[in-house]
């Protein structure tokens, strides 16, 4: 009889070179992706007197710190400088493609990689950065490392990993009219937790899910991390082979064929086990914004800010009281209408093309109210946009047009949110002081950003979208 696996465990399987009796197994890495912020691990792979060891499945791409304004001048800061030198420095020396400052291909590692091709189905990626997950849009196994598993990959092309377990979410139906993907991913954690999938690795299965875009695909397993899983999986489909075809890294030819059949393999048994199963229904999610502190705290943008004092657990309560006194609000006012500061549109959840046209048409003869910054996900990402002149939508109503980058989301590049202001991001992660100290966010679509920095305010995009 033959064994039913899921789409994770085949993967696994395939890529196990050895395991131990503790769970650990040797995983073949197929692609390792790093940043400037990967100087570590090179000069710790440096200090032992090694080099990288398969520097043709190694590329580095600077996203992290690099400046959103004045790009040809450099970073202001030394110390940012200095790392984006070492990327540099280390790729050369390692004989590394580099995609650095000034590389018309630069831009978010998570976005770069899959436009060109160096995400592919079946394979297992890593990278020093927890939103590796977005690659298992394309039925990869992807996750994110730290520095001292960095060194280790660069020196042997392997990983040591347990097993962890395997979550299918399924989203039955279909998404309504201006529900976007961001607005199910928030939904899909505010009902699990932000550590309702530790310690898993997530498929995402079922009709709302086979309905999304790649671009969508990838932010919904962008922000796996947010619910705690380890990766995001969705099974390779025609949808993933149409975006992949003709991209810089893609099998040609014979090779295309061969890569296509094997893509198409790559499905959950049926009847394979997963060791928890949740199910949402697309037609019970409407926009979508977080009011806390965490990813979890998110709610219909049609909902109230929660009352601490209703929530019945202690805990819950205790980190409700201090969710709504650090982001400054009022139990039980409507979060539609609620005054920001600023909006940023960008990061590697909703900075690519899909995103920008949204965000476009939202924002198209209309004049933003706030200081809204736009930032593109890849320097392609960026020509595209002005190639089909949403740059002039943007500018013309008054948004700022910067350099690709990771810029406001981690706010390590010197793009913040001033202390005390409200922004309406596009990002992943409404942490205390994310985007700067003392700064407050409010996670929602890239239609949704637009819209508030229309009118100033946490809107309801329908409201605009339909006129």
Not at 11 to 16: A, F
Not at 42 to 69: N, Q
Request: aromatic residues 6%.
């Amino acid at each position: 009889m033959t064994e039913q696996l899921t789409l994770f465990e085949k993967i696994w399987r395939s890529h196990t070179v050895t395991a131990r009796d503790d769970g650990q197994a040797l995983l073949w890495i197929d692609r390792h992706l790093c940043h400037e912020g990967s100087f570590h691990a090179f000069e710790k792979l440096a200090m032992s007197g090694r080099k990288v060891r398969r520097p043709d499945l190694t590329f580095s791409i600077a996203d992290h710190y690099v400046p959103t304004r004045n790009r040809e001048a450099g970073p202001d800061e030394p110390e940012i400088a200095t790392m984006i030198r070492l990327l540099d420095e280390h790729s050369r020396t390692n004989g590394i493609r580099q995609f650095g400052l000034g590389d018309p291909e630069q831009g978010i590692v998570h976005v770069v990689g899959p436009e060109l091709g160096l995400t592919q189905p079946g394979i297992v990626l890593v990278c020093g950065d927890s939103h590796t997950s977005t690659h298992g849009a394309f039925g990869a196994l992807a996750f994110g490392i730290g520095a001292s598993e960095v060194s280790h990959v660069l020196a042997t092309q392997t990983l040591w990993q347990k097993r962890p377990r395997t979550m299918r979410i399924t989203v039955d139906g279909t998404l309504g009219k201006h529900v976007t993907a961001k607005d199910l991913i928030l939904s899909v954690i505010a009902k699990i937790g932000a550590d309702g999938a530790a310690g898993h690795v997530i498929e995402y299965a079922g009709a709302a899910i086979r309905g999304l875009s790649m671009e969508a695909r990838m932010t919904v397993c962008n922000m796996s991390i947010e619910a705690g899983g380890r990766a995001g999986m969705i099974a390779p489909d025609e949808t993933t082979i149409a975006w992949l075809k003709g991209r810089r890294y893609m099998p040609t030819g014979k090779d295309w064929d061969a890569a296509v059949a094997f893509w198409r393999s790559l499905k959950t048994d049926e009847g394979a086990v997963f060791d928890r199963e949740v199910t949402l229904h697309a037609d019970e999610i409407a926009p979508t914004v977080t009011w806390g502190t965490s990813p979890e705290h998110a709610l219909p943008v049609t909902a109230a800010v929660p009352d601490p004092a209703g929530e019945a657990n202690e805990g819950r309560r205790a980190t409700f009281e201090k969710a709504v006194d650090y982001m400054g609000l009022t139990p039980g006012a409507p979060l539609d209408g609620l005054r920001v500061d600023r909006v940023f549109i960008g990061s590697c959840t909703n900075a690519r093309i899909e995103d920008l046209r949204a965000a476009a048409a939202i924002l198209k003869d209309r004049s933003t109210k706030v200081p809204t910054m736009i930032v593109p996900g890849s320097t392609m990402v960026k020509h595209q946009a002005e190639q089909e002149g949403l740059d002039r939508i943007f500018t013309g109503a008054g948004a700022e047009w910067l350099e690709s980058g990771c810029s406001m989301c981690a706010a390590t590049n010197g793009d913040m949110v001033p202390p005390g202001e409200r922004c309406a991001s596009t990002t992943n992660r409404n942490f205390r002081g994310r985007q700067g100290p003392g700064s407050r966010t409010h996670l929602m679509s890239p239609a949704m950003a637009a819209a508030a920095a229309v009118t100033g305010t946490i809107t309801d995009v329908r409201k605009l979208a339909e006129g």
